[in-house]
């Protein structure tokens, strides 16, 4: 058997109607299982003013399951068993008693599927009814839909041969009659079954499937490709919508005229003929913007005067919408970028944080400290008026109008007001997450925005959660993280926390309790999905991730640098039977050295050697995507197995202070007012800063660490020796594989 539904209405927005699809098909679903009909597939199609649901391989009969029903308590008066026995239908002696009340087990039922279907279909729309986000009443039933219904078609039956179910919604009777394109085909005509339907709507200029009409969409879009010599933007999105907004897909070219006599940023035009008028945009082979743009029109004839009235009048509407985009940018350049730096005062950015101006100063003083910290030897100057000029362009009347082109009304002032190509792009760039390494102005500019903006919000205590990012925080740190791994300024992240502490020593804020330990917690997790997102293995992530938190600038940049040789082939990696000896050696070094508690742990040192080398067995067929491979698990396996190894050592040697730091969590040393404490975490950053006394010197102090520790490293300079790096530098490969192990081993322990 087969079902057949549509409800015709007025256009519904595209968005809406995509949505609607898979709410019903879930709806039909559901009720289908709750009164036992058994189906094969359920279809949902949707055009701007139907939406049609196919049922196929439907039972003839719905399967209602045996369901126990409580009545009253036995002592209850009559009236309350009358009343139980009516609503069921039954008698006295077809109930049961337990556990003092009254019971009735109504047993399994066949109805028929006509019936059932029938009495639950006005359920489905009803709760359809209520999954739009607006809706409103549109005749007196007063039942809500979001437009108006016109007509419900329902047919239940054999392909070949189907009956109307007799059911109604909002005062609308279902029937077999629909009709066709508004404009083109209004009359009304009735339908036998799916495929006379589909073929005599098709008939009536309307295109069932929207996956159909996207493909003629994309055909059509192919030969105006091939008449015109131009390239479609690429915007699926669009194409997507717009056969969502005609049940007749005709693609008809509309020339702009001379756009460049607009004197208007591309990105504005692209804007209003797209999100405005939702038109396709063409661009040259060049790739600036084409004068051609497509109209998705539901017109079914080709017809030079019906389309020509279609173009003009679209093309009024364009160009009027176009003339107010021009008045807005000549209204903006009428008042110099620098100048309206002053209208910033009037844009609040966070309660307690001052104005959009007062950032951009906090941003400048950032700029200044990490342009001299970095040696970019930018010009003072040249960063003051950029500061100025940054965020100016929220107060013009385009981004009022235009908010989604901050930056881009911006840059295309300055380039009118003289300003060079780096200042432009900084401006213009300031909200993508491009690392552009060939612009220091941009990288600055980048950095200090969105460094602030994470300090802020972290400090008003507005953190992200794993579902919710309301002010886009982690895409804000997953630009400060790519800026330190790949710009190569030699700044780590210390720099930047403790630039901003800085800035703000002098303004009275009440800062969260926890406000180091959460922010260090998210910078991790950042720099865990920058190295997942790299296809960094996880022998390499975790000591990374240490030096990432705790290692200074020159370090990340020797590391970066390393990384970048291996994949220019520059580095000649050791043969694989070279690493699990030279681990083996390297480790067994620190027994031979007398360690007792180091040997306690001897089963360690075995776990750890067995791990890496499998790891590096495995991932031999790694290597063609990261040459690395072998070299990163056999340096930092290493690493990773002394560090496991010094935290038994630390643990067994050391008491450890009660609710500071519990047995088997990491720790990791950050800057405190007075230097360096522990930060505890056990899988995250749980833990807050412990007091400033337990400063570096603390460990330093401790005469069994020091040897510990240089024990360590020349277990790792022998094994360097071991893998033969050619073509780098050895004493520099050493030299900062020994700050590594520093941030790896630091002792993992609170003296009491």
């Not at 008066?77 to 009343?83: I, M, R, S």
């Not at 139980?84 to 039954?90: R, V």
């Not at 390393?562 to 050696?585: E, M, T």
């Not at 990491?666 to 807050?688: D, I, M, R, T």
Request: charged share 20%; hydrophobic share 45%; proline share 3%.
């Amino acid at each position: 058997m087969q079902l057949l539904l549509e409800v015709l209405t007025d256009e519904i927005p595209a968005g809406d109607q995509l949505d609607a699809r898979l709410s019903l098909a879930n709806i039909a679903k559901k009720l289908f299982t709750e009164i036992g009909i058994a189906f094969g597939g359920v279809d949902v199609f949707a055009t701007p003013r139907r939406l049609v649901l196919l049922c196929s391989n439907v039972s003839s009969l719905a399967i209602l399951p045996s369901k126990i029903s409580r009545g009253p308590a036995k002592t209850a008066p009559q009236k309350a068993l009358d009343g139980f026995l009516a609503a069921n239908k039954i008698t006295l002696s077809q109930t049961y008693e337990q556990d003092g009340y009254i019971y009735y087990k109504c047993p399994e039922q066949s109805i028929d599927a006509k019936k059932a279907l029938e009495a639950i279909l006005p359920k489905a729309l009803e709760e359809l009814s209520l999954s739009w986000l607006k809706s409103m009443p549109f005749n007196q039933s007063k039942k809500l839909w979001i437009r108006p219904v016109r007509s419900i078609l329902c047919l239940f039956g054999t392909p070949e041969c189907s009956d109307i179910l007799a059911f109604s919604f909002a005062g609308i009777e279902a029937s077999n009659k629909t009709s066709g394109n508004r404009f083109y085909a209004p009359e009304v005509f009735e339908v036998k079954n799916f495929d006379d339907y589909k073929q005599k709507l098709q008939n009536a200029f309307v295109t069932l499937s929207h996956e159909a009409r996207i493909a003629n969409i994309k055909e059509q879009i192919a030969k105006i490709e091939t008449i015109y010599g131009i390239k479609y933007d690429g915007d699926e999105a669009l194409i997507n919508e717009n056969a969502m907004l005609c049940e007749w897909v005709r693609l008809l070219p509309l020339q702009l005229g001379d756009i460049e006599t607009l004197n208007v940023p591309d990105e504005l035009i692209v804007e209003t003929v797209k999100k405005n008028q939702r038109y396709l945009i063409f661009k040259n082979q060049d790739g600036t913007i084409s004068g051609t743009c497509c109209i998705v029109s539901n017109n079914p004839f080709d017809k030079e005067m019906i389309n020509s009235n279609i173009t003009s009048g679209n093309l009024k509407v364009l160009n009027a919408r176009l003339k107010d985009a021009k008045f807005f940018v000549e209204q903006d350049l009428t008042i110099n970028l620098k100048d309206r730096a002053e209208d910033l005062k009037k844009i609040q950015f966070i309660q307690g944080y001052g104005s959009v101006f007062d950032r951009t100063q906090r941003m400048l003083l950032l700029a200044k400290h990490f342009n001299a910290l970095a040696n970019l030897d930018i010009d003072e100057a040249k960063l003051e008026r950029l500061f100025a000029m940054l965020k100016s362009d929220l107060t013009t009347q385009s981004v009022k109008e235009f908010d989604c082109l901050q930056g881009i009304i911006g840059a295309f002032i300055a380039s009118l007001q003289g300003e060079d190509a780096g200042m432009q792009e900084a401006i213009k760039t300031q909200y993508n997450q491009a690392v552009l390494q060939h612009n220091s102005l941009a990288m600055l500019a980048k950095l200090c925005d969105n460094l602030d903006k994470i300090y802020c919000y972290f400090a008003s205590g507005s953190l992200p959660t794993s579902s919710k990012d309301p002010f886009a925080l982690k895409r804000a740190a997953n630009v400060v993280v790519a800026i330190l791994l790949e710009a190569k300024l030699g700044l780590s992240l210390q720099d930047l926390i403790l630039a901003c502490k800085s800035i703000f020593k002098d303004v009275p804020l009440v800062m969260p309790e926890d406000f180091d330990a959460n922010l260090y917690q998210f910078f991790y997790e950042r720099f865990a999905f920058y190295f997942k997102q790299s296809g960094a293995l996880p022998e390499v992530q975790t000591p990374l991730l240490r030096l990432c938190l705790c290692g200074t600038g020159a370090s990340l940049v020797f590391w970066r640098d390393f990384i970048d040789k291996i994949y220019a082939g520059q580095v000649v990696l050791p043969q694989q039977q070279q690493i699990v000896p030279a681990i083996k050696r390297g480790l067994s070094l620190l027994k031979s050295k007398g360690h007792d508690a180091v040997l306690a742990h001897g089963a360690i040192y075995k776990d750890a050697i067995s791990h890496f080398a499998n790891s590096a067995k495995l991932n031999n067929t790694f290597a063609g995507h990261m040459p690395a491979a072998l070299l990163f698990d056999a340096l930092f396996g290493f690493l990773n197995a002394s560090a496991l190894c010094d935290i038994r050592l630390s643990y067994t040697k050391f008491a450890v202070k009660k609710d500071a730091i519990k047995k088997d969590d990491f720790a990791y040393l950050v800057p405190n007012s007075s230097g360096f404490g522990l930060l505890g975490v056990k899988q995250e950053f749980a833990s807050v800063l412990l007091p400033a006394e337990l400063s570096l010197r603390t460990f330093f102090a401790k005469n069994e660490w020091q040897q510990h520790f240089a024990t360590l490293a020349t277990s790792l300079n022998l094994f360097l020796d071991e893998v033969h790096i050619d073509t780098l530098e050895s004493q520099e490969l050493k030299d900062s594989c020994i700050q590594l192990l520093h941030f790896t081993c630091i002792p993992f322990v609170v003296l009491v």
